[in-house]
């Protein structure tokens, strides 16, 4: 007989407390006490990081100051000068997104970022803030992004509406990406962990050091490889909207 285990069930949301307001349910559930205990621990590190800052940095400061010289960095190079405004909104974001992935390692602990509901706000409201930004800087002209320079006309009754479906289709891929890459990561993970007391029930003793032997380098390598994933998932979030703002800042692709 094997071990039966669900790699879903990780990624079970419950209530911690009923809340309605109306018809609508707006229970705190454990999906938002893990978003608040990941907001919580980036503000916690930066407070602490920059509550005594020195001429010689300490290690957190500099931690800290590296952390923030990187976003800014990625915001300089894609959105040069007019994008220094929105250093602070894309760290937030790419902070946020790194220390919820993070925090999915965990044994017990939830991945918010596992939840499409969640990658599926973040999108939307990058692309509604590119749009925002757009349609506040240049009006009407924000729609010549869908429109590029030097197409002959004929062309432009193709390209336009391309354009048009691949702009829509912005917050779908940007949600999708970071969901996707962060579920299927953790299910693989889960599933290779497994293997281990299965094996273990199936063959006794023998069955738990083939486990051992074969299986847990796996995990560790998966394991290590998930980490890596939790910091490039966070980075590419963060590069994106760097990529979408240059629609309104007047960048060119």
């Known amino acids: 007989m094997m071990v039966s285990t669900d790699p879903m069930h990780q990624f079970k949301i419950g209530k911690l407390f009923d809340l309605k307001l109306g018809d ?3 229970s705190f559930t454990t999906s938002a006490l893990w978003m608040v205990i990941g907001v919580l621990l980036v503000i916690g590190l930066l407070a602490l990081a920059t509550s005594k800052t020195t001429t ?15 976003i800014a960095g990625i915001v300089k190079d894609v959105n040069h000068a007019p994008g220094k405004p929105f250093v602070p909104l894309v760290f937030s974001l790419f902070s946020f997104i790194f ?31 590119v749009i925002v930004v757009g349609v506040i800087k240049k009006g009407f002209g924000f729609l010549k992004i869908f429109v590029p320079s030097g197409v002959p006309f004929v062309l432009l009754l ?25 579920l299927g990561g953790h299910v693989a993970l889960k599933v290779f962990a497994g293997f281990v ?9 023998i069955g738990m050091l083939m486990g051992g032997v074969l299986v847990m380098p796996l995990i560790v390598g998966v394991t290590a490889l998930e980490f890596l994933v939790a910091f490039l998932q966070a980075y590419v979030f963060a590069m994106l909207t760097c990529v979408y703002l240059n629609d309104a800042l007047g960048e060119a692709h």
């Open 24 to 26: 609508l349910d707006i």
């Open 56 to 70: 010689v940095p300490s290690r957190l400061q500099s931690l800290a100051e590296i952390w923030y010289g990187f």
């Open 99 to 129: 220390i919820a992935n993070l925090i999915g390692m965990f044994p017990y602990f939830l991945t918010t970022t596992s939840h499409i509901v969640v990658t599926g706000f973040m999108a939307l409201f990058t692309i509604s803030l």
């Open 158 to 182: 193709i390209v336009t509406p391309i354009e048009i479906i691949s702009f829509l289709s912005r917050p779908i891929s940007l949600g999708m990406r970071l969901f996707a890459n962060m």
């Open 197 to 205: 007391p299965s094996l273990a029930v199936a063959l006794g003793g």
